[in-house]
């Protein structure tokens, strides 16, 4: 794997968790919301992703084995992208409260279907993997930088 394609997969890596926070950050900041502009209460979104680039298969290792020059090996992985972000069908809980503005003709608010402590879970998780993404781009500059080193 050459330089720059350690570069795409890092990068593409802090994208799609950067989206993924974002996604969740709305989940919670909506965790509330009773009624939207499409009508009924919020409902949770989730991020898809879809890898970029040729997996490394154990054909392709056997087809680029031996092959010195880098031009010659196939491209492999080029990181991962978000596909879609779909919105969670899951009906929320509906509590009675006939009080309130958005509460049905028996009295009933059906609530967003966000639950708190999948999300907190969720960002956690996002964060860990924006985290390791961040990882292999240092690891990508630092390397470049003892190669130039080498070469002084």
């Known amino acids: 794997m ?3 394609n350690i570069l795409k997969v890092g990068y593409s890596g802090l994208e799609a968790q950067r ?15 009773t009624r939207t502009e499409e009508g009924g209460a919020y409902k949770r979104k989730d991020v898809v992703f879809e890898s970029v680039g040729k997996p490394r298969t154990f054909s392709t290792l056997l087809k680029n084995f031996g092959k010195s020059r880098l031009n010659d090996i196939e491209p492999e992985m080029e990181g991962v992208k978000v596909s879609s972000i ?9 509590v009675y409260d006939p009080t309130h503005p958005d509460a049905d003709e028996e009295g009933y608010v059906e609530l967003p279907n966000v639950n708190m402590v999948v999300e907190m879970t969720n960002m956690i998780s996002a964060t860990r993997s924006y985290e390791a993404s961040l990882s292999v781009v240092e690891a990508a500059k630092s390397m470049a930088q003892r190669a130039l080193e080498i070469g002084r």
């Open 2 to 4: 050459s330089f720059w």
């Open 19 to 33: 989206t993924r926070l974002d996604v969740i950050s709305n989940n919670i900041a909506n965790a509330e919301t």
């Open 86 to 94: 779909v919105e969670d069908q899951e009906a929320g809980a509906k």
